[in-house]
């Protein structure tokens, strides 16, 4: 049973351009949640999905936004990146929305030059 | 606003000591509150979780207590091992439309044979 999968493992970018990253949840898992994690640093919510729809929202601006399939699978979209924006994002997947225990990937290191 | 705070780091042990990583929490509710391990490398793990007041959750040698009068959950072990070198993050969860975690900044721990 494969567990939370992220792509890419690793990413350089460059000020002002946009990214994809792509979250693939544990099987039989219908929620996904998104944290950035800056070096040395706890992870942050960025948002969590739930049957397509965004159902919570960290304090991350409008240049981070998401999507759900509907076999569950995410996308995180950031634009305009920033150096800040340097980071290992996270994706964590758990079997309903009211279910608080979150199974997460290994990540993805963006790094923005 | 909700948060948590952990005892900084890092912890430097030799092996078969005797571990507590100290963790308190401000929560405007009932949290559940959870303990995640991060190996180099890796995504997080979750490690323990408890969800009312003076649940005891454990998992591998480890352990905490969820004391609500003291609103802490502390993290303890009676013997390390280097194997349980790691990151560790405190972490809640206030189950409040949606089930964003909210992290400390982690504790790293160093266990020297």
């Known amino acids: 049973d494969a567990g939370v999968t992220q792509s890419p493992t690793h990413l350089i970018k460059t000020r002002g351009q946009q990214v994809t990253l792509r979250c693939s949840p544990k099987?039989?898992?219908?929620?996904v949640s998104w944290y950035q994690q800056a070096l040395g640093q706890g992870p942050q919510f960025i948002f969590q999905y739930y049957e397509e729809e965004e159902r919570q929202r960290g304090n991350f601006p409008d240049r981070f936004s998401g999507h759900q399939f509907p076999n569950y699978s995410s996308e995180l979209n950031v634009n305009a990146l920033l150096l800040g924006d340097s980071a290992l994002y996270l994706c964590?997947?758990?079997?309903?929305?009211?279910?608080?225990?979150?199974?997460f990937g290994p990540g993805t290191r963006l790094l923005v030059l | 606003g909700d948060s948590v705070t952990q005892m900084e780091g890092p912890v430097t042990l030799s092996e078969e000591a005797f571990l507590t990583i100290n963790c308190t929490y401000t929560a405007t509710g009932y949290p559940s509150l959870f303990w995640y391990v991060q190996y180099p490398g890796e995504g997080l793990q979750l490690l323990l979780k408890?969800?009312?007041?003076?649940d005891k959750g454990s998992n591998k040698g480890f352990e905490a207590t969820y004391r609500k009068e003291t609103t802490s959950f502390h993290l303890e072990k009676g013997s390390v091992q280097v194997s349980d070198s790691a990151v560790y993050f405190c972490a809640l969860s206030l189950n409040q439309a949606g089930t964003a975690l909210i992290f400390g900044k982690g504790t790293t721990l160093s266990v020297s044979s």
């Open positions: 408890a969800t009312k007041a003076d």
């Open positions: 099987s039989g898992h219908d929620t």
């Open positions: 964590a997947s758990s079997p309903g929305l009211a279910t608080e225990t979150q199974y």
